[in-house]
Nanobody
Framework: QVQLVESGGGLVQAGGSLRLSCAAS????????MGWFRQAPGKEREFVAF????????SYADSVKGRFTISRDNAKTTVYLQMNVLKPEDTAVYYC????????????????WGQGTQVTVSS
């Protein structure tokens, strides 16, 4: 049974930082591209970042480029999202996801999803 469990969300002031973690189990973690997505109230779930299975390729949404960094530790089967210079518009539920096929920004291509962790940025 595949499980993706996010943690690290919370309430932070604008300009602050948070580090999200996603612990994976039940899959060959090193074979999966890992992605982060987010969903704000009343909006569709959107791509934030992905990292390829070997960590050599990353991609970011324009809205977070230069502020967020995705990384992974295959030995710990965990993917991270370091979020700096947070803005109120970053407020959302953040989800991690696993993709067995090619690395992609398309949420429809991801095979497994976590339950999400809430990030709230106050102004």
């Amino acid at each position: 049974q595949v499980q993706l469990v996010e943690s690290g969300g919370g309430l932070v002031q604008a300009g602050g930082s948070l580090r999200l973690s996603c612990a994976a189990s039940g899959l060959t973690f090193s074979s999966y591209t890992m992605g982060w997505f987010r969903q704000a109230p009343g909006k569709e779930r959107e791509f934030v970042a992905f990292i390829s299975w070997f960590g050599g390729r990353t991609s970011y949404a324009d809205s977070v480029k230069g502020r967020f960094t995705i990384s992974r530790d295959n030995a710990k089967t965990t993917v991270y999202l370091q979020m700096n210079v947070l803005k109120p518009e970053d407020t959302a539920v953040y989800y991690c996801a696993a993709d067995r096929a090619i690395a992609t920004t398309s949420r429809g291509q991801y095979d497994y999803w976590g339950q999400g962790t809430q990030v709230t940025v106050s102004s």
